[in-house]
Nanobody, 129 residues
Framework: QVQLVESGGGLVQAGGSLRLSCAASGRTFSSYSMGWFRQAPGKEREFVAAISSGGRSTSYADSVKGRFTISRDNAKNTVYLQMNSLKPEDTAIYYC??????????????????????WGKGTLVTVSS
């Protein structure tokens, strides 16, 4: 069983930064691509970013490209999301998730559809104007 635990959320003013972390249990962390998703109040959960198992490939939603950076440290079983130039519309619960397929790195549409199998409980990010 895989457990994912997010941390680092909080309240920040517009233009500020936050760094989210997701700690994973299990020995297979380094074999899987990982992703971040978010769900704002009254909206569906949406893809934010993904990173391949070795960290060489990344993918971002258009709304965060150039402001957010996903990274990972396989020695620490942790994936990160550095969020800069935050906007009020970034306010949401942010979730970490593991790719369902054991190999490969896929499109944003794949991840958005049903590409993840294990999910964390989320961490709340609130950006004030």
């Amino acid at each position: 069983q895989v457990q994912l635990v997010e941390s680092g959320g909080g309240l920040v003013q517009a233009g500020g930064s936050l760094r989210l972390s997701c700690a994973a249990s299990g020995r297979t962390f380094s074999s899987y691509s990982m992703g971040w998703f978010r769900q704002a109040p009254g909206k569906e959960r949406e893809f934010v970013a993904a990173i391949s198992s070795g960290g060489r490939s990344t993918s971002y939603a258009d709304s965060v490209k150039g402001r957010f950076t996903i990274s990972r440290d396989n020695a620490k079983n942790t994936v990160y999301l550095q969020m800069n130039s935050l906007k009020p519309e970034d306010t949401a619960i942010y979730y970490c998730a593991r790719q369902r397929a054991p190999i490969g790195f896929y499109s944003r549409d794949y991840y958005q559809a049903n590409g993840m199998d294990y999910w964390g409980k989320g961490t709340l990010v609130t950006v004030s104007s």
